[in-house]
């Protein structure tokens, strides 16, 4: 175990933990974008982590996601530099992203409500004006879902994230990881007559798995076969091919006996 302080508070943490992982383990409010941790190796990318660093007699900013703690590390989450670089980034993000709910938030916690920076957006593109390009969709896909449906597409100003060709892919599962992984709700998609129709991502659809017993599509039939093929579990006849809320009265039935006198 080593020690470091994190505004001024005296913190346990393991060799080789991120330092932003460590804040958020100890309730340290510090904005990040691009962090998940359902990845091992941080991307780096939004630059919204950054902290100031003082170690050996000097300081810097850094992105706190990517930083290894130290001993003896001295970490501030929020002195005028860190504040005013992270309003600044916050602008940036405003420019580029100005339909998404959640960025507007996080400016707003900063005071900004607009900014000085003009980007053009593509509106014909589906994450137009709500994606920040900060590949969480894209990683989640391919390093938890093993799928890799999605990638980033284009270069420089017209980079954005689609399937490739901009066609249907029958690789994706309809999952849904990408928009719950998405920090800034940029994805969206829809189920409808017992398909999921993935709107962002060129309107790939997949059929959804129909409950036996109540004939409601309950999850996508590739990701329900996906799980099925990994799980060692087996489930019984009776409540295979069965939605949740089916399985919980079948299970609940079993449960609660009959009371006989
Ligand atoms: S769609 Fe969302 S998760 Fe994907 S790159 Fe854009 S902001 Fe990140
Ligand atoms: S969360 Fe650290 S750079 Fe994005």
Redesign the pocket.
Known sequence: MISLRIDGRLIKAEEGERVLQIAIREGIDIPHLCYHEAFEEPYGSCRLCIVELKEGGSSRITTSCTLMAREGMEIKTDTPEVIKHRKLLLELYLAQAPLSNNIKKLAERYGIKGTRFHKTLNLEDP?GGK????????RACREIIKASAIGYIGRGEATR?NTPFLEENPDCIGCGS?AN????E??SFEDRDKRRIMRSWSNTQVNLKICKLCGHPFTPEPLWLKVKEKSTYTPSEEIEEVCPNCRIKIVSKRLVKPYSL
């Open positions: 994450l994606c920040i390009l900060c590949g969480l969709c894209i994230i990408c992984i998405c920090p800034t940029a994805i």
